[in-house]
């Protein structure tokens, strides 16, 4: 990566962060809110300039903070996705990071609930997974972590997508209606 200035920089954030697809790999444009940050005095203020979330900018800077095994393969777009890296940046621990990215370059999928499995096997607890989720969930937004065994989230999957919905919608639509039938029936 040439040295960065303020230009670069943002040039690198305005070109990657304000459309689908991305130019740049992950750590080029941590590197990039990294310089700023330091530049501007705080993650918010890079986050004004740039005209994204400051969450955006922590989400982005997680991958100045994994091992640099791991690095190289988010430099080589190899694990290309920010909440990939968020996931692997959340096990704590070089050894796993390492394993977890590893098991994730060799799998074919890159659906998140795949992702978080495999992270899952490289070591995380069920709290760290669960800490995981709930510490990075959105403001205002509420988290429940709910663990079927395959068999009865794949019947869910299915349900789901006969009624033209995702699992987590469905799931959500039913304990709604649950929370109103039990309303209804302790007034009346």
């Known amino acids: 990566m040439k040295k960065l200035d303020e230009e670069t920089a943002l040039s690198i954030l305005f070109s990657n962060t304000k459309r689908k697809k991305r130019s740049a790999d992950l750590l080029t444009i941590a590197r990039s809110c990294d310089y700023l940050a330091r530049l501007y005095g705080s993650q918010q203020a890079v986050a004004d300039k740039i005209g994204i979330s400051a969450e955006m900018i922590r989400e982005f ?36 990071q390492i394993a977890a990215a590893e098991a994730l370059i060799h799998t074919p999928s890159k659906d998140i609930r795949d992702i978080k499995r495999l992270v899952k096997k490289a070591g995380a607890s069920i709290q760290d997974a669960k800490r995981v989720v ?23 999957a299915v349900q789901a997508k006969s009624l033209q919905t995702t699992p ?21």
């Open 61 to 96: 800077l997680t991958a100045l903070k994994l091992p640099m095994e791991v690095q190289k393969s988010v430099s080589e777009r190899k694990i290309d996705r920010v909440d990939v890296v968020r996931e692997i940046s959340a096990l704590g621990d070089p050894e796993k």
């Open 168 to 188: 987590a919608e469905l799931v959500k639509g039913i304990v709604i209606d649950w929370l109103r039938e039990r309303r209804k029936a302790e007034e009346g």
């Open 134 to 156: 709930t510490e990075g969930r959105p403001q205002g937004l509420h988290v429940f972590v709910v663990d079927f065994d395959e068999a009865v989230y794949r019947g869910i």
